[in-house]
C-alpha cells in the first residue's frame, strides 16, 4: 500500500523510483514488490516495461484485503458486526445467521447469473425471519463529509521544495499495533511534519475503505447536533459512524486537537468519540476504532477536556526530524542549496521540515551558505523582512501592519481565525497568494497557513508590547495560545543582544507580576531552548544563571527535567495497565521520561565546563539532570564518560568535606 501511495504522490517516473531505490527512504520489501510488478507486467507483455509505464500502472494499482473464507478471518468477523447494526435487537435470529443466510443467497445468484435489489433481498429476509431496522441514506451528509475532508487535506503540503519524503517509518506505523489505546497522538516540535505525516495516513487509510476527518480549524457548532448543522449534516454521528464501519479499522483523524480551545467544539469532538464507542464495541476483547490526532509536544496535559472514559489513554508518537540522508535527498534536488550540508551550524534547521521548505525560497536562503539563518529567530526575522516585507518596500509594510493586526485579532479567537474587516485587501491577496495565510473557503475569514506563520506574527505584536509586556498579558486574560509567541520573544532578545541584559529585565519583569501565572516566568525563563544557539545563549546569561546560588540555573533544570521530556511509549503502555487514571499514568510514565536530545546535550555540555562554579544546590540539581541521562542513553552515547568522571569528582570532594 504505501509503495502504491508513494507512486501517486510522485510528480514522475524517475522521482518515484529514485525514492524507493534510495536506501534508508525505503524499506527493501517495497523495492522487491516493485521489481515484483515490473517482472509479472514484462511476463505480460512479452517486452521490457519502461519506467514511464511501470509507474503509471502502479498510481494506478489499488490492493483490497478481502477474505471471507477462512475460519474467523478478520473480514468475516468485521462483516459480522456490521451486520449487527441493521437487525433490531433480541428480536429473531442474529447477525451471524443474516451473514450464513447471505452467503447461500449470495452462492444462489451467482449460479443463476441472477441480481437482487435491495428492495427484493430486503423483503426475501424479512420473509426468512429476519427483523431489519429501517435503513438511513447517509450519502449525501457523507458527501459533505467528505468535502470537508478535501478542504482540510488540501490545506496541508507534505512537499519541501516541491519534493514529497516517504518518511516510511512515521507512515507506516498502524492503528492496530498500539494495543488498546483510544488515541494515536503524533506530537513534536512546530515545523516537524506532523500534519504531514497525518495526511499521508489518511491517504493510507482511505485506500480501503471511508473515514471522518477533521481540523481545529473546523469545528464549529455547539456538540455534534451545532456541528452538523453547520456543516448542512441531517443524519445523527451514529448513523455516520455505521455508514463508515465498513473500514476493516475505523478511524477519525482530527488534526491540531490541542488547538480545540471552544467549549462548544469539544463537546464535538466528545459526543463524536463516545458514539464512536457505542456504535463499535471491542469485538473479542480488540479495540475495533481509533482516533489519530496531532497535538504540539508538551500538549499532552492540556487535553483534559477529553472523555476520559472514552479515551482512557492516550499513545503518544514522536515525530522525528529528518534523518540525514532525507536532508540529502532534498538538498540533491536543489542545487543552489547543496553546500549547506556542509554547514554544521545549519544541522537543526535543515532537520526542520518546514524549515527546510523555508530555506528553498530564494529570498530567504540567498546564494550565499554563510549567511544563510541558522535558528528560527533568523529565519523568522529574514521571513519578516524579505517575504512579507518585500525588502522594506510600501507594500511590505502594509503586509507586515496586516499580519500584526491578524495576529492582534486571533489572540483570543477559538480555532484561530480572524475576519477580514477593515483590513488592506490588497496585502490580504498577495500574502493568500504566497501562502501565509488561507481563506475559509466562502467566507471572509482567514487564518494563518501554518502555527510558526502565527507564531512569528504574534511575536512582532509583543514586540511592540514589550516594555508593559506583563500587564498587556493581563489584559488579554492570559491566553495559552501566546506561550510559544513568549519564548521566542525571551530567545529573540537574547539572540540580538551582546548579552543578556534585556532578557533578564523582562524575566524580573514577570517574576514581580505576582497576578500572572508561573507559565509566563518559565517561558521566558526557557527561551534558550528554543534556540539552535543554546549553549552560546547559556554563555551569555552565565551572570545571571549563577548569581543567587544558582537560583535561576536551578529553576532552569528542573524545568530541563519536567518539560523538555517525552514520554516513553513502552512505560506509558505500561502504567496504563496499572494506573487508576489517566492522569495517575502520565505522572508514573513521567517519572521515566525521555530528553529531548538536543536541549539536553548542549545544557549538559555547558554545565560540564562550568561545573567549579555550582553552588552546593546547584549542584544537586544538575546531578539529578546527569542521573537521568546516564540512565536514559546508551552506553556509546556522548557525554556519558565525562559526566560519570565529574560525579566520581563530586564524590571524592564529598567525602573530603
Request: aromatic share 6%; proline share 5%.
Amino acid at each position: 500500500q504505501t509503495v502504491l501511495t508513494w507512486a501517486r504522490n510522485s510528480s514522475s517516473a524517475a522521482a518515484f523510483l529514485g525514492r524507493i531505490g534510495q536506501q534508508g527512504l525505503s524499506h527493501k520489501n517495497h523495492r522487491e514488490f516493485t521489481a515484483l510488478i515490473r517482472s509479472r507486467l514484462t511476463a505480460a507483455s512479452g517486452q521490457p516495461v519502461s519506467d514511464d509505464n511501470l509507474w503509471g500502472f502502479l498510481r494506478s494499482m489499488v490492493i483490497l484485503h478481502f477474505d471471507l473464507l477462512t475460519g474467523g478471518s478478520r473480514d468475516a468477523t468485521h462483516a459480522v458486526n456490521c451486520l449487527r447494526h441493521v437487525l433490531q435487537p433480541d428480536a429473531g435470529p442474529g447477525a451471524a445467521e443474516l451473514f450464513s443466510r447471505l452467503r447461500v443467497i449470495s452462492a444462489e445468484v451467482n449460479r443463476s447469473a441472477g441480481e437482487y435489489t435491495r428492495e427484493i433481498l430486503t423483503q426475501r429476509l424479512q420473509g426468512d425471519g429476519f427483523r431489519l431496522v429501517p435503513s438511513s441514506d447517509c450519502r449525501e451528509d457523507l458527501a459533505r463529509l467528505d468535502a470537508l475532508k478535501e478542504h482540510i487535506l488540501d490545506d496541508i503540503r507534505t512537499d519541501i521544495g516541491g519534493l514529497t519524503l516517504n518518511r516510511v517509518e512515521a507512515v507506516e506505523a498502524p492503528a492496530g499495533q498500539y494495543g488498546d489505546a483510544a488515541m494515536l497522538l503524533f506530537t513534536g516540535p512546530p515545523g516537524v511534519g506532523k500534519s504531514g505525516i497525518w495526511k499521508m495516513l489518511v491517504d493510507r487509510h482511505r485506500l480501503a475503505g471511508p473515514s471522518l476527518i477533521l481540523s481545529a480549524d473546523r469545528v464549529d457548532g455547539k456538540g455534534w447536533l451545532g456541528f452538523a448543522r453547520s456543516q448542512g449534516i441531517s443524519r445523527t454521528a451514529e448513523e455516520l459512524l455505521l455508514a463508515m464501519s465498513t473500514h476493516s479499522y475505523p478511524c477519525i483523524f482530527i488534526d491540531g486537537i490541542d488547538r480545540i480551545e471552544d467549549d462548544g467544539s469539544r463537546l464535538a469532538v466528545n459526543d463524536l468519540l463516545r458514539t464512536a464507542e457505542k456504535v463499535l464495541p471491542p469485538v473479542e476483547g480488540c479495540r475495533r476504532w481509533w482516533c489519530i490526532a496531532t497535538a504540539r509536544e508538551g500538549s499532552l496535559g492540556q487535553l483534559t477536556w477529553l472523555d476520559r472514559k472514552v479515551v482512557q489513554q492516550i499513545f503518544p508518537v514522536r515525530i522525528p526530524e529528518l534523518a540525514d540522508e532525507e536532508v540529502r535527498l532534498v538538498l540533491d534536488e536543489q542545487p543552489r542549496l547543496r553546500a549547506l550540508s556542509s554547514q554544521a551550524r545549519l544541522k537543526p534547521i535543515l532537520r526542520n521540515p518546514f524549515l527546510l521548505d523555508l530555506l528553498t525560497d530564494r529570498r530567504i536562503a540567498g546564494d550565499e551558505a554563510e549567511k544563510v539563518p541558522a535558528t528560527e529567530v533568523e529565519v523568522s526575522d529574514v521571513w519578516w523582512e524579505r517575504v512579507v516585507g518585500r525588502d522594506g518596500q510600501s507594500e511590505g509594510r502594509e503586509r507586515q501592519q496586516a499580519l500584526v493586526e491578524a495576529a492582534r485579532r486571533l489572540i483570543n479567537a477559538p480555532r484561530r481565525r480572524f475576519p477580514d474587516g477593515g483590513m488592506p485587501p490588497d496585502a490580504l491577496v498577495t500574502l493568500e497568494a504566497d501562502r501565509v495565510i488561507i481563506r475559509d473557503q466562502g467566507q471572509n475569514v482567514y487564518r494563518f497557513s501554518h502555527d510558526l506563520l502565527e507564531d512569528w506574527s504574534l511575536l512582532r505584536l509583543l514586540e511592540q508590547r514589550r516594555q508593559d509586556l506583563p500587564a498587556y498579558l493581563r489584559e488579554l486574560g492570559q491566553p495559552h495560545g501566546l506561550l510559544r509567541a513568549v519564548r521566542l520573544l525571551g530567545c529573540m532578545l537574547l539572540e540580538r543582544g551582546e548579552a543578556a541584559d534585556e532578557w533578564a529585565e523582562l524575566l524580573r519583569a514577570f517574576e514581580q507580576a505576582a497576578e500572572l501565572a508561573p507559565r509566563w516566568r518559565q517561558a521566558v525563563l526557557t527561551a534558550p531552548f528554543l534556540s539552535t544557539r543554546l549553549e552560546e545563549l547559556l554563555d551569555k546569561a552565565r551572570e545571571a544563571l549563577l548569581a543567587e546560588d544558582g537560583r535561576l540555573l536551578i529553576d532552569l533544570l528542573v524545568a530541563l527535567r519536567t518539560t523538555e521530556v517525552d514520554v516513553d511509549p513502552r512505560i506509558a503502555e505500561t502504567t496504563a495497565a496499572i494506573a487508576d487514571s489517566p492522569a495517575e499514568a502520565l505522572a508514573l510514565a513521567l517519572r521515566f521520561p525521555l530528553p529531548r536530545w538536543y536541549a539536553w546535550y548542549w545544557t549538559l555540555h555547558w554545565l560540564l565546563r562550568h561545573s567549579t562554579e555550582l553552588s552546593e544546590a546547584a549542584r544537586h540539581e544538575a546531578a539529578r539532570i546527569m542521573e537521568i541521562w546516564q540512565e536514559r542513553s546508551g552506553p556509546d552515547d556522548p557525554l556519558r564518560r565525562e559526566v560519570g568522571e565529574l560525579a566520581f569528582a563530586w564524590l571524592e570532594q564529598s567525602d573530603e568535606d
